[in-house]
């Protein structure tokens, strides 16, 4: 417990840390919508709901750009919840 | 010479990343978006030269020997695990047979499998409802949104300008050349223009009068969570189903499922359809029956810039002595990419393609009716 390495979890669908956001960051990642993708940022089944506004603070502050210019691109997808695929395949192609 | 490209994609950072490479100083490349925001980062990240146009064939087995050369240098992560197209009709076998004599004969090892030797590669599959399959070992998938960073920061770092939020609204000629683009954040003159914006290439390329024959298909591609590894080989295609339902594992784990399904031409990029969630679902998890238990994560759209006969339009665009064109792919510009770039920096440095082949890709094919003939477009 709290050693000198602190693991930061900032999202918890795929496991990215606070430390791979800085890096990914340092290397040139100079977009919020390509960092994302870079890092799976919003990808995991929560679609981004702890991640995206840890992320998107972080990253406005570092590149000097307000919190709304980097969120203007993120959309999330449809279905908002992840949906058994026998839900779909029982009822057909009706729907 | 100053070079602009229109459209940062993988098919623009790779013309990009040529010309540099070449010693050509000045590159600039212009995004309406963020950069990959097209057809580069919402598409299967697969790729597979086991095609059925020479043009194709020999095309993309160069572009998938670069994608190898490039991998050190850019760190890209490549797997060649091979493509499985399904049948469930004897006749298809037929058919196979067909095209694996025509790949063997470009010296691509694509081969016929029984169903035993399906089981082999993919043991789960629903042996009951399949007859054999057409396999293609040197296919394989990528990691696309890792790669497509990294070629990013790559062309960035080696000094190619990137705009991202740059809308090119109108080219500029005079006197047989195009002499500046005008862009929502001002004009920009150049010496050279490619126009590599898949299909926003038609609006841009008409403001000088030039006709580009492409037409945004939509796509609706869908993803699960992600397990473990349960699809071995890059790609399983369901060949006889109407629109052609296939299935990848992404690395992440995630499991990508699309199908060909008729939809509206430049229909909007949100235009959500729940009906695709079923309709690939279905006959996929018929083949692949545990699909019947997993979870459908997210699901998005895309779209194939289509010609009128499925392959890219390259080179040169007449009248313009200093316009090129990279566009037009038809669902296969990421896995061509690399090839792109080599055959558009060839064409703008000596005047020709390396690859005579790519001569017949030309846009003027449009006009003298020298379509080239591709039957195996998948998904």
């Known amino acids: 417990m709290g050693g000198e390495k602190r693991t930061v979890i900032i999202c918890r669908c795929n496991d990215v840390t606070l430390e791979e956001l800085k890096k990914a960051i340092e290397m040139g990642i100079d977009d919020f919508e390509l960092l994302r993708r870079y890092l799976r940022l919003g990808f995991g ?3 981004g709901r702890s991640c995206i506004m840890i992320a998107a603070r972080y990253f406005a502050r ?4 307000s919190i709304s210019d980097v969120l203007a691109n993120f959309h999330v997808r449809p279905p908002i919840l992840p949906v058994p695929s026998r839900a779909v395949v029982v009822r057909g192609e009706g729907w | 010479m100053k070079v602009l490209v229109v459209g940062g994609g993988i098919s623009g950072l790779f013309v990009a990343y040529e010309l540099v490479r ?18 580069t980062l919402r598409n299967a990240a697969c ?5 059925t146009s020479p043009e194709h064939v020999l095309l993309m087995k160069e572009s998938i020997k670069r994608w190898f050369e490039l991998k050190d240098e850019f760190g890209f992560e490549l797997y060649q695990k091979g493509y499985l197209w399904v049948a469930r ?16 004969k470009y010296g691509i090892p694509t081969r016929v499998l029984s169903v035993d030797e399906v089981k082999e590669i993919q ?3 629903n042996s009951k409802i399949i007859t054999g399959a057409m396999f293609d070992p040197t296919a394989g998938k990528m990691k696309i949104l890792e790669n497509f960073t990294r070629l990013y920061l790559r062309v960035k770092g080696l000094g190619v300008k990137v705009h991202p939020y740059t809308k090119a609204l109108k080219l500029v000629a005079r006197g047989g050349k195009i002499v500046a683009a005008e862009t929502n954040r001002g004009s920009l003159e150049a010496d050279v223009f490619v126009v590599a914006a898949a299909e926003k290439s038609k609006d841009i390329l008409g403001t000088v009068g030039v006709d580009v024959p492409i037409e945004p298909v939509p796509r609706h591609p869908l993803v699960t969570e992600p397990y473990s590894d349960v699809i071995k080989p890059a790609l399983i295609v369901d060949w006889d189903t109407p629109g052609a339902p296939y299935i990848t594992q992404t690395a992440h784990g995630t499991l990508y499922m699309a199908r060909d399904i008729a939809d509206t031409p430049g229909a909007p990029i949100y235009s959500t359809r729940l009906d695709v969630m079923s309709k690939t679902t279905k006959p996929l998890s018929e083949i692949l029956p545990f699909l019947r238990h997993v979870y459908i994560l997210r699901y998005w759209m895309g779209y194939y810039d289509m010609t009128p006969d499925h392959h890219p339009i390259y080179g040169p665009v007449e009248p313009y002595e200093n316009l090129y064109i990279a566009a037009g792919f038809s669902g296969h510009g990421m896995m061509m990419a690399p090839i792109t770039g080599v055959l558009i920096a060839d064409w703008i440095l000596s005047g020709k393609p390396s690859i005579e082949i790519a001569n017949n890709l030309k846009l003027e094919r449009f006009k003298t009716g020298r379509l080239v003939k591709e039957i195996a477009v998948i998904g």
């Open chain 1, 62 to 65: 570092a590149t000097g750009k």
């Open chain 2, 22 to 39: 070449r010693g050509v100083k000045d590159v600039t490349v212009v995004e309406e978006n963020y950069p990959g925001s097209g057809a």
């Open chain 2, 89 to 104: 009709r004897e006749e298809t076998l037929d058919t196979f047979r067909k095209l694996v004599e025509f790949h063997n």
């Open chain 1, 45 to 47: 089944p929560c679609q």
């Open chain 2, 47 to 51: 790729f597979r030269s086991s095609f």
């Open chain 2, 123 to 125: 043991p789960n599959i």
